[in-house]
């Protein structure tokens, strides 16, 4: 079946450093979301790309959707430590199917 | 505008007791669906269903565990005969349409004891 897989699983980063996670599926998307959920809390939509190829950015985070649909990456520059949490994605793949999540990145930030 | 409901937050179950789990979704969205996590760990997807229908039960339990999602009212995660490793913490998610956007509630946090 559909498997998206995300690394690193941990991240641990100095406050200012930057910091990727990596999402890769086993097949072609047909969209890819990202996700944040705080320590305790509960997943937050982030941003959804659609396009091969596409670009997308929210301040300090980068978001891109490879060329042939499989793969994703989010960047954070200069981390703080608001962006302490687990991101997580999501790809989506066949109609009738809920989305596939990955099993996310912790990012911890030392001050 | 009020997001996806979930009540109660924690539920705590004897061995063998019945859980159920209530997700009221976004007004307007009539896909909802179910997702386990446990302490560190991903979400596990469980079942997606369309409103009366279950659309994808693939993640769920043959066992002890159903889910509906009646015309009227809010979807319920039932979970029979529970045991310790069914405690995890239990979101439901709702979207507008297939594959869309997900908006999570705040969790149900299940301990059986």
């Known amino acids: 079946g559909q498997q998206v897989m995300q690394i690193p699983q941990y991240q641990h980063v100095q406050e200012g450093e930057d910091f990727t996670t990596y999402c890769n599926s086993s097949?072609?998307?047909?969209?890819i979301q990202w996700y944040k959920q705080r320590p305790g809390g509960h997943p937050v939509f982030l941003i959804q790309?659609?396009?091969?190829?596409e670009v997308k950015k929210q301040k300090r985070l980068t978001f891109q959707f490879g060329e042939a649909k499989k793969n994703s990456s989010l960047h954070i520059t200069a981390t703080q430590t608001t962006d302490v949490g687990t991101y997580f994605c999501?790809?989506?793949?066949?109609?009738?199917?809920?989305?596939?999540f990955g099993k996310g990145t912790t990012l911890s930030v030392s001050s | 505008n009020a997001g996806v409901m979930q009540n109660p937050r924690h539920l705590v179950r004897r061995r063998g007791q019945e859980a159920r789990l209530r997700c009221s979704p976004v007004?307007?969205?009539?896909?909802v669906y179910w997702y386990r996590q446990l302490p560190e760990e991903g979400l596990k997807f469980m079942v997606y269903?369309?409103?009366?229908?279950?659309?994808?039960e693939s993640g769920m339990p043959k066992e002890r565990f159903s889910a509906e999602f009646p015309k009227e009212g809010p979807s319920i995660l039932r979970i029979q005969q529970v045991v310790r490793g069914d405690s995890a913490a239990y979101f439901c998610?709702?979207?507008?349409?297939?594959?869309?956007?997900?908006?999570f509630g705040s969790g149900t946090r299940l301990t059986v004891v």
């Open positions: 999501a790809g989506g793949g066949q109609a009738g199917t809920a989305l596939i």
């Open positions: 007004k307007g969205h009539s896909h």
């Open positions: 269903l369309q409103k009366e229908n279950i659309i994808d």
């Open positions: 790309l659609v396009k091969s190829g």
């Open positions: 998610a709702s979207s507008p349409g297939q594959g869309q956007v997900h908006y």
């Open positions: 097949t072609t998307l047909s969209n």
